[in-house]
C-alpha cells in the first residue's frame, strides 16, 4: 500500500513564504499521480486548492502555486495570511487509487 | 451549482453495516464525467480515500477497505450509496462524498460531511 508523507508541522510568520511537500513510498512524485492539495479549517470540510501538480480552482488565492520539487508535490505559499493557518492535505493517485497524506498543520505566527 | 448531501444513520453497532447516501445537485451520476468519491476523517485524524463508483457502475476501493466497501449507484435517483460492513470503534468518522473529475483529477465538489459512529 502507497504511504503518502507530509511535514506533521510547520510555522511561518505573516507575511512570508512556506512549502510543504508531499512524498511518495512508491518513489517521485510525477504528472501521473495527479497531485492534489486541500485546506481544512476546523469544523470544516475540505477545501480544494490545488490540482494536477499546479492548476488552481477559481476560488484559490493567487498566493498559492503547486509544484513538482527533488521528487516531491510541493505547495508553496507566498505572503502568507493569518487566515492560512488550517491543515492541509496532498493527495495522489497511483494504480487506480488514491492515497492521502497525514497532513501538515500550518501555524502562522 | 453542483451540491452533494450525505445522509443516513448517525449511529451503528458494531459488526453491523454502515450505510451512506449522497444525494447529488446540479450534475448526473450518470453523466460519465466524473467519479462519484466516498472519504472519511475519524475524529481528529487524517483524511482516508474510500473509493469510487463511475457512471457506469465500475467501482475502485482503497486497498485497505476494499473486503468490507461497496459504493454503488442510486439510480434512478441521482444518489451514490456507501456500505461498510462488520463495522468497529475504528470506522467512527466523518464520511464525505465528493465529485471528482475523470478528466481533470481534482475533487471541486464535497458535501458537508456526516459523523457516524460505532458503539453499542
Known amino acids: 500500500q502507497t504511504v503518502v508523507t507530509q511535514e506533521p508541522s510547520l510555522t511561518v510568520s505573516p507575511g512570508g513564504t512556506v512549502t510543504l511537500t508531499c512524498a511518495s513510498s512508491?518513489?517521485?512524485?510525477?504528472?501521473?499521480?495527479?497531485p492534489n492539495w486541500f485546506q481544512q479549517k476546523p469544523g470544516q470540510a475540505p477545501r480544494p486548492l490545488i490540482y494536477s501538480i499546479s492548476y488552481k480552482h477559481s476560488w484559490t488565492p493567487a498566493r498559492y502555486s503547486g509544484s513538482l520539487l527533488g521528487g516531491k508535490a510541493a505547495l508553496t505559499l507566498s505572503g502568507v495570511q493569518p487566515e492560512d493557518e488550517a491543515e492541509y492535505y496532498c493527495?495522489?493517485?497511483?494504480?487506480?487509487?488514491?492515497?492521502f497524506g497525514g497532513g501538515t498543520k500550518l501555524t502562522v505566527l | 451549482q453542483v451540491q452533494l448531501q450525505e445522509s443516513g444513520p448517525g449511529l451503528v453497532k458494531p459488526s453491523e453495516t454502515l450505510s451512506l447516501t449522497c444525494t447529488v445537485s446540479g450534475a448526473s451520476v450518470s453523466g460519465g464525467r466524473d467519479y462519484w468519491t466516498w472519504i472519511r476523517q475519524p475524529p481528529g485524524k487524517g483524511l482516508e480515500w474510500i473509493g469510487h463508483v463511475y457512471y457506469s457502475g465500475n467501482t475502485f476501493y482503497s486497498p485497505s477497505l476494499k473486503s468490507r466497501v461497496t459504493i454503488s449507484l442510486g439510480a434512478p435517483k441521482n444518489q451514490f450509496s456507501l456500505k461498510v460492513t462488520s463495522v468497529t470503534a475504528a470506522d467512527t468518522a466523518v464520511y464525505y462524498c465528493a465529485r471528482a473529475s475523470v478528466v481533470l483529477r481534482n475533487f471541486d465538489n464535497w458535501g458537508q460531511g456526516a459523523l457516524v459512529t460505532v458503539s453499542s
Open positions: 512508491t518513489g517521485a512524485v510525477s504528472s501521473g499521480n495527479y
Open positions: 493527495l495522489i493517485y497511483y494504480g487506480g487509487a488514491w492515497f
